[in-house]
């Protein structure tokens, strides 16, 4: 089954529809993946913060964190670990958290 849908966009940038649509394709295939890898190691949706700003706050605080993982181990090369395995060893371990927070820049 085909379906066709029209979105609308306002933008001051000069470009045809099919860079607008690759644009836009690129972005969100960059978001999912983000929200995908955020909700493996964090399980995000399953999260029962609703009071307030909690649910932003901590998803900003999750997005800190896995940064922090992702460029610590960029600088040592390490790629064994999934990123839940080395969040579940930072909580294990002080000396690992402490690795992370002092070689993420």
Known sequence: VKEIQTRHYISSALSTAKKFN????EHWGIENSLHW???VAFDEDNSMKRAGNAAENF???SKIALNAIRQ???KKGVTK???KSKRKKAGWSNDYLTN???NAH
């Open 100 to 102: 992370i927070l002092t």
């Open 81 to 83: 670990l999934s990123v």
């Open 72 to 74: 610590s181990d960029q």
């Open 22 to 25: 690759e644009a836009i394709r």
């Open 37 to 39: 890898l955020l909700d």
């Open 59 to 61: 998803s900003v605080i």
